[in-house]
């Protein structure tokens, strides 16, 4: 009985390291059994616990009625699947007349107690039917990217969502984003992953970086351009518009509009080109947009070259395969004017921890107050941890994997051989310095 007891004992006392060292595997092993039971078991508590069923119907009310029973309980909505995941459980349920996918967002925080879970997130799949994802443990604590993801050209991984799915950074999609941070936010890390991730993939990467290029320069053997001061970084955009037009001119010539052309074939952007045709796609990243657009002088005319050039680039480059990424501690008006114009047209949202509430809602302040008030919780110690938003409201924590300098640069070194010859940027191909030759010993 002794030695049964020790045995026990030690069984328990691995299990618990493994939940404290390794959740992952703690989950795949015993938490994601355990989390099925336990809410099989309680989900009509639950439900009817956190006001989420429904009166009973017209007619079951009647009947109750006639026969002179009691009043039928609340109904409770039917669990239509239940399924286990790497880092939780996912729920399918089907709702009653009269019940909102709302409901069970705002009542996330409810189940999350309720089933003992680490994360609920709510997603409305199609009418009458909302998906419930829980997270069964801390997944943005010490993030894991999984090995194999669904990356495709210009489709890159770069972070953990909360739900433990993958958060892609997709031009197709979202083509023009906006990314506000804090200094030792994890901003330029998050950075240097998305360069780090475009690297192996034909795209030409061009840079602005205004602080001399200490962020951008490391990376020059894979960019195709870069600037890192204001007047080049005029004529870089000014170049890359020039490139926009001519691309437009080309697609222009190929549309082939025809009265007997399918509707599917007719060209209105370089992915309908054929394939000899198509000009290599352009991601152009500014590195703090402050020092790009702030001037000491009242209607400078170099800053109204370079905003009206971004403007132009945000409003028409997609088509042309002109993709924009914008990085900054700050993003607004105080910047000067054409500033709220520009980021109305920056689809993509991210924020990392800031310094002050107000910041929080230059980024999503048009979209959902409670992105606003999630980025302004965000922990000192939790670098690399930021809020994502679309302009449809919804949004999301990720946090990406730690990337070093070390690492990106090696990754575009590795790939430099794919950097792509852009004519309209051949001006503005960084200068490799050789590497000198250490001295000679004395003899």
């Keep these: 009985m002794g030695w049964l007891l020790i045995g026990l004992a030690l069984v328990t006392g691995l299990v618990l390291l493994m939940r404290w060292r390794r959740p992952a595997w703690y989950w795949r092993c015993f938490g994601a059994a355990a989390a099925v039971v336990r809410v099989r078991l309680r989900y009509a508590d639950v439900m009817e616990a956190c006001h989420l069923t429904a009166p009973p119907s017209r007619f079951r009310l009647t009947v109750a009625r006639w026969l002179r029973r009691e009043v039928p309980r609340q109904r409770v909505p039917r669990l239509m699947r239940i399924t286990p995941t790497r880092t939780g459980v996912r729920l399918r349920i089907r709702m009653h007349p009269g019940q909102d996918a709302f409901e069970f967002a705002a009542a996330s925080d409810r189940l999350r107690h309720a089933f003992a879970i680490h994360q609920v997130t709510t997603r409305e799949l199609r009418p009458g039917v909302v998906q419930i994802t829980m997270t069964g443990y801390d997944v943005l604590k010490e993030v894991r990217m999984p090995a194999r993801t669904k990356a495709r050209l210009l489709r890159v991984p770069v972070a953990l969502r909360e739900d433990g799915?993958?958060?892609?950074?997709?031009?197709?999609?979202?083509?023009?984003?906006?990314?506000?941070?804090?200094?030792?936010?994890?901003?330029?890390?998050?950075?240097?992953?998305?360069?780090?991730?475009?690297?192996?993939?034909?795209?030409?990467?061009?840079?602005?970086?205004?602080?001399?290029?200490?962020?951008?320069?490391?990376?020059?053997?894979?960019?195709?351009?870069?600037?890192?001061?204001?007047?080049?970084?005029?004529?870089?955009?000014?170049?890359?518009?020039?490139?926009?037009?001519?691309?437009?001119?080309?697609?222009?010539?190929?549309?082939?509009?025809?009265?007997?052309?399918?509707?599917?074939?007719?060209?209105?952007?370089?992915?309908?080109?054929p394939e000899h045709l198509r000009p290599v796609p352009v991601v152009l990243t500014i590195?703090?947009?402050?020092?790009?657009?702030?001037?000491?002088?009242?209607?400078?005319?170099?800053?109204?070259?370079?905003i009206t050039a971004l403007i132009r680039l945000v409003q028409l480059g997609r088509a042309a395969g002109i993709f924009l990424d914008i990085y900054g501690q700050r993003f607004g008006s105080e910047l000067g004017d054409g500033i709220t114009m520009l980021r109305a047209q920056l689809t993509g949202r991210t924020a990392y921890r800031v310094n002050d509430e107000s910041t929080a809602k230059m980024v999503f302040g048009d979209i959902s107050p409670h992105a606003v008030f999630a980025t302004t919780q965000i922990p000192?110690?939790?670098?690399?941890?930021?809020?994502?938003?679309?302009?449809?409201?919804?949004?999301?924590?990720?946090?990406?994997?730690?990337?070093?300098?070390?690492?990106?640069?090696?990754?575009?070194?590795?790939?430099?051989?794919?950097t792509p010859y852009v004519p309209e940027l051949a001006r503005f191909k960084p200068v490799i310095a050789p590497v000198p030759a250490p001295p000679a010993e004395a003899a």
């Design 380 to 418: 000192n110690e939790r670098r690399g941890m930021a809020v994502v938003a679309s302009t449809t409201g919804e949004w999301t924590h990720i946090r990406g994997p730690h990337v070093s300098m070390r690492k990106a640069v090696n990754t575009c070194n590795r790939h430099a051989h794919l």
């Design 287 to 306: 590195d703090e947009i402050a020092e790009l657009t702030l001037s000491a002088k009242k209607n400078d005319p170099r800053r109204l070259r370079i």
């Design 165 to 273: 799915q993958v958060h892609y950074r997709d031009y197709r999609q979202v083509p023009h984003s906006v990314t506000v941070g804090a200094t030792e936010s994890g901003k330029s890390v998050g950075q240097r992953a998305v360069i780090a991730e475009l690297a192996p993939q034909p795209v030409a990467l061009a840079g602005i970086d205004c602080k001399n290029g200490v962020e951008l320069a490391p990376f020059a053997r894979r960019f195709s351009a870069l600037a890192d001061n204001p007047d080049d970084a005029a004529d870089l955009l000014e170049a890359l518009v020039a490139r926009m037009e001519d691309i437009y001119q080309v697609i222009r010539r190929e549309q082939r509009i025809s009265a007997d052309t399918p509707d599917a074939e007719i060209a209105a952007n370089i992915w309908d080109l």
